[in-house]
Nanobody, 124 residues
Framework: QVQLVESGGGLVQAGGSLRLSCAASGFTFSSKAMGWFRQVPGREREFVASINWSGTNTYYAATVKGRFTISRDNAQNTGLLQMNNLNPEDTAVYYC?????????????????WGQGTQVTVSS
């Protein structure tokens, strides 16, 4: 049974940092891409970042590029999202997702399993 459990969300002031973690189980983590998405009420789920199976290729949304860094530790079955210089527009529920393939992607349709989400709130 595939499980993805996010942690690390919280309340932070603008300009601050948070580090999200995604603990994966129930599948061969090192064989799949993973991604991070976010969603605010009333809006569609939005791509944030993704990483391929080996960690050698990454994609970022334009709104987070240069501020967020996605990484993975295949030995620990863990995905990470380091978020720096946060602003109020980053406020959302953040979800990690397992890719259907080993390559990174920006398309939500290329991800097949999702965590329960973790709330990130950035105050101005």
């Amino acid at each position: 049974q595939v499980q993805l459990v996010e942690s690390g969300g919280g309340l932070v002031q603008a300009g601050g940092s948070l580090r999200l973690s995604c603990a994966a189980s129930g599948f061969t983590f090192s064989s799949k891409a993973m991604g991070w998405f976010r969603q605010v009420p009333g809006r569609e789920r939005e791509f944030v970042a993704s990483i391929n199976w080996s960690g050698t290729n990454t994609y970022y949304a334009a709104t987070v590029k240069g501020r967020f860094t996605i990484s993975r530790d295949n030995a620990q079955n863990t995905g990470l999202l380091q978020m720096n210089n946060l602003n109020p527009e980053d406020t959302a529920v953040y979800y990690c997702a397992r890719g259907l393939y080993n390559r990174a992607s920006v398309n939500v349709a290329d991800f097949g399993s999702w965590g329960q989400g973790t709330q990130v709130t950035v105050s101005s």
